[in-house]
T-cell receptor, first 114, second 112 residues
Framework: AQSVTQPDIHITVSEGASLELRCNYS??????LFWYVQSPGQGLQLLLK??????LVQGIKGFEAEFKRSQSSFNLRKPSVHWSDAAEYFC????????????FGTGTRLQVTL | IAGITQAPTSQILAAGRRMTLRCTQD?????MYWYRQDLGLGLRLIHY???????GKGEVPDGYSVSRANTDDFPLTLASAVPSQTSVYFC???????????FGQGTRLTVV
């Protein structure tokens, strides 16, 4: 069964510091990859996605992610975190060629200190 | 404004009662999904539908049923609610397998 792992449940960073949130998946084939953000009490908003091509993808709000096939990873990064980035972040995958199930990781809660 | 609408926003339900959560999208998306979100468990897929007239089971389908009579609507039914079904439920849709999913604002359900 397909699975997505976000090993960090909770991360705290200072405003202005860099950020990296980890995401690993367990499939043989390259899946479609997504990062979503959820602010408290809200639905999910897409930050960025990877389908093919350039392995470094740019998203909204200054976020980027890099697909590394050798590591089965799709880590999310931001060079300088803002207090408004405090939220929960979810990695999600769809295995290509299957019945398009969109599977989420368990999420990483980001806290930003001033 | 195009998007996904879920109703109700929140509900307190007595155990044993039947409940249908509504989800409607006006984007003509083929695929629709129901997830539940629980602390520490992320979003778990309950049921999905790749196109009108078809449905499939996700990770946690027991106690839930869905139907997809048309493109726009994808209701989720709890036939006999139990306290373990207390959760926040999200409906999502997307056009095809390689496009992003759009989410509703969620339904907070409490079964007592």
């Amino acid at each position: 069964a397909q699975s997505v792992t976000q090993p960090d449940i909770h991360i705290t960073v200072s405003e202005g510091a860099s950020l990296e949130l980890r995401c690993n998946y367990s499939y043989g084939a390259t899946p479609y990859l997504f990062w979503y953000v959820q602010s408290p009490g809200q639905g999910l908003q897409l930050l960025l996605k990877y389908f093919s091509g350039d392995t470094l993808v740019q998203g909204i709000k200054g976020f980027e992610a890099e697909f590394k096939r050798s590591q089965s990873s799709f880590n999310l990064r931001k060079p300088s975190v803002h207090w408004s980035d405090a939220a929960e972040y979810f990695c999600a995958v769809v295995l290509t060629g299957t019945a398009s199930k969109l599977t989420f990781g368990t999420g990483t809660r980001l806290q930003v200190t001033l | 404004i195009a998007g996904i609408t879920q109703a109700p926003t929140s509900q307190i339900l007595a155990a044993g009662r039947r409940m249908t959560l509504r989800c409607t999208q006006d984007m003509r998306h083929n695929a629709m999904y129901w997830y539940r979100q629980d602390l520490g468990l992320g979003l778990r897929l309950i049921h999905y539908s790749n196109t009108a007239g078809t449905t499939g089971k996700g990770e946690v389908p027991d106690g839930y049923s869905v139907s997809r009579a048309n493109t726009d609507d994808f209701p989720l039914t709890l036939a006999s609610a139990v306290p373990s079904q207390t959760s926040v439920y999200f409906c999502a849709s997307r056009r095809t397998v390689n496009t992003e999913a759009f989410f509703g604002q969620g339904t907070r359900l409490t079964v007592v």
